[in-house]
């Protein structure tokens, strides 16, 4: 499966931006796709996971209550809403599926990604 990121942007704290991850292929709907972000300075860190089925979802603490993950399997499309965003959460966004079930927070267990999306939250 082939992923591409889009929809990153600049934003001022507390705004929201919307990011969009399509992939191609037929099956996307059996993998979990999930987000990861690389902030400078930082290892690439987990931000949210979506089961193929929609059924199970994952944040990261640091997002909980503000991010939502969802997908559309019609549209071979998954999302993540950011709210009330923070100048912490800048960074370069990329998606990632698992084709195999794994851990939803370690990076190595996402066989397949996309190249990355850039969030600037700053006033």
């Known amino acids: 499966v082939q992923l591409q990121a889009s929809g990153g942007g600049l934003a001022q704290p507390g705004g929201s931006l919307r990011l969009s991850c399509t992939a191609s292929g037929r099956a996307f709907k059996y993998y979990s796709v999930g987000w990861f972000r690389h902030i400078p300075g930082k290892e690439r860190e987990f931000v949210a996971a979506?089961?193929?089925?929609?059924?199970?979802?994952s944040y990261a603490d640091s997002v909980k209550g503000r991010f939502t993950i969802s997908r559309d399997n019609a549209k071979n499309t998954a999302y993540l809403q950011m709210n009330s965003l923070k100048p912490e959460d800048t960074g370069v966004y990329y998606c990632a599926a698992q084709g195999i079930p794994g851990s939803y927070s370690n990076p190595t267990a996402w066989g397949y990604w996309g190249k990355g999306t850039l969030v600037t939250v700053s006033s």
């Open positions: 979506r089961g193929g089925s929609g059924a199970t979802t």
